[in-house]
């Protein structure tokens, strides 16, 4: 093991040296030094595996490399990858525990059959926020607040059907919750209240059923061997929303921002919406909008001829696999003809993203619609001057002002 003088520091994405992918210095940890010991910001040492085929090794192998440390740990102070894993905490379970718990949430938004359920519920949002910005032409607008975030916002709540009254409130909770800056004390006292809040729905969907989420995950529940408490769904319930709020919204102002600084791109969406399920999975692929996944080393082990020790943890950088030159052809280039591959944007093995096929509808749909509709969309300053997040494990703009001439029917 290196000593302290020879540990770098994590390298976290620098948007001035490469806005669209992973810093140039994970880039050449790379090529040079695929698994080597960092010094993460939280102040855990980890070992950083940045090739595609290592990322998803330690991904896929649970039984080697355990996700009881949970995903953020090493960004987020708020999240101790050390502290105990109590009831409902599903993420951090592996092996027959997390099966249990991906039992009842595949039924309910992960089958083909849900998934299509969904999708006018997702269109018809897209359009009418497109809608309330139609007559607008002062600009700039910020898309991010006026578009992605309410559009991933309603959708999730749409699925878990909070009521109509109840969705500012929701949704100002959420957003605290997911913000990496929010002190430990702070976050105990949302969590309190957003749990109460969908315990509340949990409780009254498992007497009530309706067609909502919440409500087919309480059905599947019942027929459990082992019973679920109503904390356990009411933490299934926290960790959909989870996936499908914030997160969902940064990955698509990130990719629209992308696509703006490629005119070219956008214009071949313009001019073939059919494109949009194949640049959906490119500018996921491209951004890879976390900053690694966190796991621990359950035995003594290796990754690549690297020794690991039990106890270690290891950061899983997907946007470094996910530009790895072995893997994919000119994977700095946004190209939206690109064959749909098997990137890690969402992870790989038994703990991918429970949300993806979600995030996925959404994202295709803006790509389809937003093009077509508003096909003269621009930035309206250069790119330069946008702001990215700081202190998360989401990264991405904080704010994508754009400007337009007209928005189309």
């Not at 490399?65 to 951090?92: I, K, T, Y």
């Not at 009411?234 to 919204?249: H, N, P, Q, S, Y």
């Not at 071949?268 to 999975?281: F, G, K, Q, V």
């Amino acid at each position: 093991m290196p000593s302290p003088s020879d540990i770098r520091a994590l390298p976290l994405p620098d948007e001035r040296a490469c806005p669209f992918g992973p810093s140039p210095e994970m880039a050449e940890l790379r090529r040079r030094s695929p698994v080597t010991r960092v010094l993460c910001p939280t102040g855990i040492e980890a070992w950083l595996v940045t090739r595609y085929d290592d990322v998803r090794e330690v991904l896929g192998d649970p039984a080697r490399f355990s996700s009881r440390s949970g995903m953020a740990g090493h960004l987020l102070a708020n999240q101790p990858p050390d502290a105990p894993v109590e009831e409902g905490d599903f993420h951090r379970m592996d092996g027959a525990e997390y099966l249990r718990f991906r039992r009842v949430m595949g039924p309910a938004v992960t089958t083909v059959k849900r998934t299509e359920l969904f999708r006018p519920v997702v269109q018809r949002r897209v359009d009418e926020l497109l809608d309330d910005l139609t007559g607008e032409t002062a600009g700039p607008a910020d898309l991010h607040a006026r578009f992605a975030n309410p559009l991933t916002s309603s959708v999730i709540a749409e699925l878990l059907d909070i009521p109509e009254a109840d969705r500012s409130v929701f949704a100002n909770l959420a957003e605290t919750l997911f913000d990496g800056t929010t002190a430990v004390e702070d976050l105990a006292t949302v969590q309190v209240s957003l749990f109460g809040y969908l315990r509340t729905l949990v409780v009254e969907r498992m007497r009530h059923p309706g067609e909502d989420v919440i409500s087919v995950m309480a059905a599947k529940a019942r027929q459990a061997e082992q019973p679920f408490t109503e904390l356990e769904l009411t933490k299934i319930a926290a960790a959909l929303l989870a996936a499908g709020f914030d997160t969902t919204a940064r990955a698509i102002t990130y990719g629209v921002l992308a696509l703006l600084n490629d005119p070219a791109q956008f214009a071949a969406l313009r001019d073939d919406p059919a494109l949009a399920p194949n640049a959906a999975e490119e500018t996921l692929r491209l951004l890879a909008i976390g900053s690694g996944m966190l796991r621990v080393a359950t035995v003594d082990t290796e990754i690549a001829g690297t020794p690991v020790a039990a106890g270690d943890y290891v950061v899983a950088a997907a946007q470094s696999a996910n530009h790895d030159p072995a893997r994919f052809t000119e994977p700095e280039r946004l190209d939206v003809t690109r064959p749909r591959g098997p990137h890690l944007a969402f992870g790989h093995g038994p703990h991918q993203c429970p949300g993806q096929h979600i995030a996925r509808l959404e994202l295709t749909a803006v790509l389809a619609t937003l093009p077509r509709r508003v096909p003269s969309l621009r930035l309206a300053g250069p790119l330069e001057e946008i702001e990215f997040r700081k202190d998360t494990s989401v990264f991405g703009p904080t704010r994508l002002p754009v400007t337009w001439d007209e928005i189309r029917p």
